[in-house]
Every structure is written in C-alpha cells, then in structure tokens.
C-alpha cells in the first residue's frame, strides 16, 4: 500500500494490459471533439475475472454512446499497486481505479491524488444514500467522499456439519454455546476453534461485546472500555483454559483456510474467503452461522471503492461508468460472474438473496449495517495490537487484570486513550 503520495519519485510506470473494446479514443481520457470520452479504469485480473470484467466493459460500452470504457489490468494486487503509485505519481493515472476504503483511500486523498466525489455523485445520479452506510463512511476523508463502495467480504463462523452431527451438536447461537462446542470438539489433534488472533478478525468480537474503538474517522476513543476487555478473556478462555482453539502457526497450517480443510478444526472464524480453501464434495459439508451476539452483531468489513484521478480529463464520464457499474442490475451480474464479493447495497444484497440460497450472503444481509469497516485502522496500530493479542494467546495468563495491563500498556505506548 502506497504511504504517501507527495515526494514520492516518479517510478517507471509498470507495464499493464490495456484492452479496448471497440477503436474509439485512448487510454490516457483523451478523446475526439466529436467522439464518445474515453475513461480508463484500471484493476487487478487475471484468467476467468479478466473475461467477466471484459464483458463489463462491454455491457457498459454498449449501453450508451457517450462514454467509451477501456480496461487496464495487472494479474496482482503487487503489480496493480506498484503501477498505481508510479502512475499517480508521474500524473498519468487511469480515470477510474480500485482502492481499499479507510486508510489507503484517506492517503491518497490527502495527497490531492484523487477528486471529491460530493458534486461528481449528485450531477452523475448516484444515489448514495442506497448504500449500507459504514461503508460509504469508510470511503470518506475529513468528511467529503472520495470511494464509492464496490464490493466488501466480511466476517463468519464457518464449520464442518459432520463434525457437530457426530458430536450431537448444532451450530453455536450464543458464546456460551461457542465455547462448549469448542471444548467438545476438541479430541485427538483436532481443535474446536481455528482463528488468527488479530484485530483484522477479532475486531468483530470487540464489536460482538459492545466494546467497539474504532471510530468512523479512524481515530481510537476509550480503547480500554470493558467490553474489549471481555471479548480479549473470552478468547483467552478458549486458547489459554480450555485449550480448544488453535492459529494456523499451531496446527502446521499456512493459513485458517488451510487448517479447516485439512479438518484440524471443527470451526474457524474468519473472512468469507474461507470455503475457497474446500474442494470436491467436501463443499457440501460447509456450514457458516454468524458469530454470536453479545451486546450486538459483531462483524468485520474489508471494503474496496473507485476512486477517480483528480487528473482525470474526464471526471463527470468517470462519474457515469461508476454509476453503471453500481448499478443494482450490474452489481448482481457481476456478483454472479465473481468479480463482486458481496455488493455494497441493501438493495442488491437482497435480490441474490431471494434468487439463490447462498448462506454467506444471508449472513452478510444480517451483520452489515453492525459491521466495523477495517480499513479504516492505521497500520502501525494494527502491527502494534496483533503483536499484543499474539503475546496473550501465546501465554499462560487468562486473568483480567492480565488483560487490562496488557492493554493499559498498548494505550501508553500509543498514547491512546
């Protein structure tokens, strides 16, 4: 992720595979006086994903006169990140292009990389009061919007059904129920639980326990309240006293997806990328609930908006293929094609779901108006608590006032309060 965008050296500008639907204009937002305005909007993709974002394009293209749309694309987050930055830096950025919400989007705004989108959105008819909320949060800065939301993926409690059927259990409702079943399934080399113990996911049972200190502008307010206290015992108590929940360090495992594959854990909190490690038959032996309630739905957004250059020759062009592409019908197509994760809108959302019967989709519909935007966390702090957290779990002491001290000395570190 790029840090800062004034004083940065014009790098070279990494290469990149341009595609045009049709010859009309450049890839620069240059175009004709008679001719359709030509944006460029740029992305990572790759195989399957570059066929589907193609056919977008198309859709767009075909849609109306105006605007022709032309597609760059890397084949990784790497490569996308290091052309943007050279790109933005050199002032020959696409139109249009992808970033997380929060703190990277907040980088380059502050740098003047990217336009206000306030007026853009209003002249355009982006309707975005239609949008979940947080989300929309996540993609200002100082109080102007500068990402549209795309997509999101979030947070679930995902496990193996044949595990509970044959232990007499059925998915955990309540914590209580969580750590039970957690201390139940834990036999032979298996554990109950997998997770990484990390805000990037624990931060949705901080949430779960009321004691949520991720504000919507990204600074931190009572970061030792109660809550957060109650939710580092309680996964204390499943790693420290009753041993029932293991990381994928512990298990030999690259990663939690892998561990819950390969049935080291019965369960594993994580993000909704989690089937993606499950093949053949075995899919269908997948189930995922909520993470249980405490004081509220607890959950985590990892959300991605387009932004547009503020050197864009184009914008208000910008603005109308930002429109189409958030579009309930686009947004649906493009979900089912699996370049959307979960779409940014209530009203999307709930039209894949009445058509279909994907349980992580229910989920997200459930938990995302409670849903904590990650992004908007600095990554040193982010460094600064997993490091803690990790410590914790690593350790013998469950005791509250062990975790209180802990944090008490993070918030002296950081100077949080």
Known sequence: MPQKWKGWLAAALAPAVVVSLGACGGSNGTSS???????????????????????????FNTSQKDVHLTLRTYPSGDAYNQALTGQVAGGAAPDVFLLDTGNQTATFANAGAIKPLDDLTKSAGIDIPSFYPNLVSSGKVNGKLYAIPKDYSTTALFYHKSMFKAAG?????????????????????RHGL?????????????????????????????????????????????????KSAA??????????????????????????????????????DVGVVALPKDKTTGSVLYATGWAISSKSKNPASAAQVIKFLTSDKELVAAHKAG???????????????????????????????????????????????????????????????????????LAAQLNLK
């Not at 998915?171 to 399934?185: G, I, N, V």
Request: hydrophobic share 40%; aromatic share 8%.
């Open 33 to 59: 006086n008679t001719g359709p305005k030509v944006v460029t909007l740029a992305l990572v993709a790759a195989g399957d994903t570059l066929n589907a974002y193609n056919a977008e394009v198309g859709r």
């Open 169 to 189: 259990l059925t998915p955990p409702t309540t914590w209580a129920e969580l750590r039970s079943d957690a201390k139940q399934l834990t036999t032979g080399g």
């Open 194 to 242: 997998g997770m990484y113990p990390q805000i990037n996911y624990f931060l949705a049972w901080i949430q779960a326990f009321g004691g949520n200190f991720a504000k919507s502008n990204g600074t931190i307010s009572d970061f030792g309240n109660s809550g957060h206290i109650k939710a580092i015992e309680e996964l204390l108590s499943l790693f420290i006293t009753d």
């Open 247 to 284: 990381t994928p360090q512990m298990t030999g495992a690259s990663w939690d997806g892998e561990m819950f594959a390969k049935n080291q854990v019965a369960m594993v909190f994580g993000g909704t990328w989690i089937p993606g490690g499950i093949t053949g038959s075995a899919k269908d």
């Open 339 to 409: 370049v959307i994760l979960i779409p940014p809108k209530p009203s999307a959302l709930k039209a894949l779901t009445d058509a279909g019967n994907d349980p992580v989709l229910t989920i997200a519909q459930e938990t995302a108006t409670q849903g904590v935007p990650f992004g908007l966390l600095d990554p040193k702090f982010v460094d600064k608590y997993n490091g803690m957290l990790g410590t914790l779990v690593a350790g013998s002491n469950a005791s509250t006032s062990g975790v209180t001290a802990a944090v008490d000395n």
